[in-house]
């Protein structure tokens, strides 16, 4: 089973609409992050939390919202669509701990907002 | 302002052969870089790490170069296989910044 599943894999929807991206992990990791991928843009940093009491903007936090329901679990909310929220976003986890903080993505959420 | 720049957004290298792919930050504060490669409809996964006090790491075909007083690392693959074709991002640690990423094709 994979450590970090996110849920759903693909949703289309409709400008105004709140959608909920929900983000789980089996890896006991404290750290946990939502990065959105655009093409040519690379990963762009949407909001992290260092653990369940501990949430922070990233570098493009407008229009989501997020919720660390437990040290498992990281969802993003985006409370009213548009059209340029259509993106790849990605959840990760890390460790938080020693030399070298390496993150574990999951395999990615296909949003489009029509 | 981008901490971590990869300017090429593609590169195509022959089987076999060496493949560069370069980085440059503005940072001086990063403990340490990473390299990530992705495939098509896959998360990333981590690649190789070097910390800044280190100027060179390898892991088998994977070697990092760190040249602090350029603020330029890079990431070396030899010899470059089929499998290596992805989306490679470099990144640093300071809340993990990314780069966009290069596109690396490896040609028959």
């Known amino acids: 089973d994979a450590d970090v599943t996110q849920t759903p894999r693909n949703r289309i929807t409709k400008t105004g609409k709140r959608i909920m991206l929900e983000c789980s992990q089996t890896?006991?990791?404290?750290?946990m992050y939502w990065y959105r991928q655009d093409p040519g843009l690379g990963l762009q940093l949407i909001y992290y939390?260092?653990?369940?009491?501990?949430?922070n903007k990233g570098e493009i936090s407008d229009g989501y919202s997020v919720s660390r329901q437990a040290q498992a679990k990281f969802s993003l909310s985006l409370e009213s669509a548009i059209p340029n929220q259509t993106a790849l976003y990605f959840c990760?986890?890390?460790?938080?701990?020693?030399?070298?903080?390496?993150?574990?993505f999951g395999p990615g959420t296909r949003l489009t907002v029509l | 302002d981008q901490q971590v720049k990869q300017n090429s957004p593609s590169l195509s290298v022959q089987e076999g052969r060496i493949s560069i792919l370069n980085c440059d930050y503005t940072?001086?504060?990063?403990?340490?870089f990473l390299w990530y490669k992705k495939y098509p409809a896959e998360g990333p996964t981590f690649l190789i790490s070097?910390?800044?006090?280190?100027d060179k790491n390898e892991d088998g075909r994977f070697t990092v170069f760190l040249n602090k007083s350029a603020k330029h690392l890079s990431l070396h693959i030899v010899p470059s296989q089929p499998g290596d074709s992805a989306v490679y991002f470099c990144?640093?640690?300071?809340?993990?910044?990314f780069g966009k990423g290069t596109r690396l094709h490896i040609l028959p």
């Open positions: 990760a986890t890390s460790v938080g701990r020693g030399s070298t903080d390496t993150q574990y």
């Open positions: 890896k006991g990791h404290d750290r």
């Open positions: 939390s260092f653990d369940v009491k501990d949430i």
């Open positions: 940072n001086s504060m990063f403990d340490y």
């Open positions: 070097i910390s800044s006090i280190k």
């Open positions: 990144a640093g640690d300071d809340k993990i910044i």
